[in-house]
């Protein structure tokens, strides 16, 4: 049973087309996270969902818009979409609801590649 | 803000040699710690993490590593490479009360048959 699951893992598209990203988690964990990972493998925080509700929102452009329809689910839709968001896209949970220092569990990643 | 500088941005060992791959952290406080592998085309899986029990951390595969905060260190060690161990290693550490993960800029683990 895989814990993160994240679809679809590629997503080939061309500039100014809207996706979506969906991730689900089976841990029972109370947050979730997106991360974007870019060509020199830098990661980087995108969002943090606890419980359903936005607790982290770095500096991403509003054409990004996490949905946390309940907490064992977060999606990522993006909006026309531009040549510099190619990138893998990770999912992660971890146990949340204030208990720091939790490990995080990670989805395989979702490689967008924009045309 | 907390951050994490991993020195060294490719490493190459032999085949049964020691693995060391280097961490320093910025933090006023004492941090939470993790080192984390990723594997071509896959996720992040973690080794270990440091969470101020001991400092010297035991991880999964036989990685550890030592937590020295008169160095701000948390580098991670294993005696003998194993092939299998080629892979992407991040070292991160976490926020206080958002668990937000800074990670490193990442260590690319090549071993030499």
């Known amino acids: 049973d895989t814990a993160v699951s994240q679809t679809p893992k590629y997503l080939v598209t061309q500039m100014g087309n809207d996706k979506s990203i969906k991730c689900e988690q089976n841990?029972?964990?109370?947050?979730m996270y997106w991360y974007k990972q870019d060509s020199k493998k830098f990661l980087k925080i995108m969002f943090s969902?606890?419980?359903?509700?936005?607790?982290i929102n770095e500096t991403v452009p509003n054409r990004f818009s996490p949905k946390s329809p309940d907490k064992a689910h977060l999606n990522l839709h993006i909006n026309s979409l531009e040549l510099g968001d190619s990138a893998v896209y990770f999912c992660?949970?971890?146990?949340?609801?204030?208990?720091?220092?939790?490990?995080?569990?990670f989805g395989d990643g979702t490689r967008l590649s924009i045309l | 803000a907390q951050s994490v500088t991993q020195l060294g941005s490719h490493v190459s060992v032999s085949e049964g040699a020691l693995v060391l791959l280097r961490c320093n952290y910025s933090s006023s406080v004492p941090p939470y710690l993790f080192w984390y592998v990723q594997y071509p085309n896959q996720g992040l899986q973690l080794l270990l993490k440091?969470?101020?029990?001991?400092?010297l951390v035991k991880g999964i595969n036989g990685f550890e590593a030592e937590f020295k905060k008169s160095e701000t260190s948390f580098h991670l060690t294993k005696p003998s490479a194993h092939m299998s161990d080629a892979a992407e290693y991040f070292c991160a550490v976490s926020d206080f009360g958002n668990e937000k993960l800074t990670f490193g800029t990442g260590t690319r683990l090549t071993i030499i048959p």
């Open positions: 841990l029972g964990h109370d947050t």
């Open positions: 969902y606890n419980n359903k509700e936005l607790i």
């Open positions: 440091y969470t101020s029990a001991a400092t």
């Open positions: 992660a949970s971890s146990q949340g609801t204030g208990r720091v220092g939790q490990p995080q569990h």
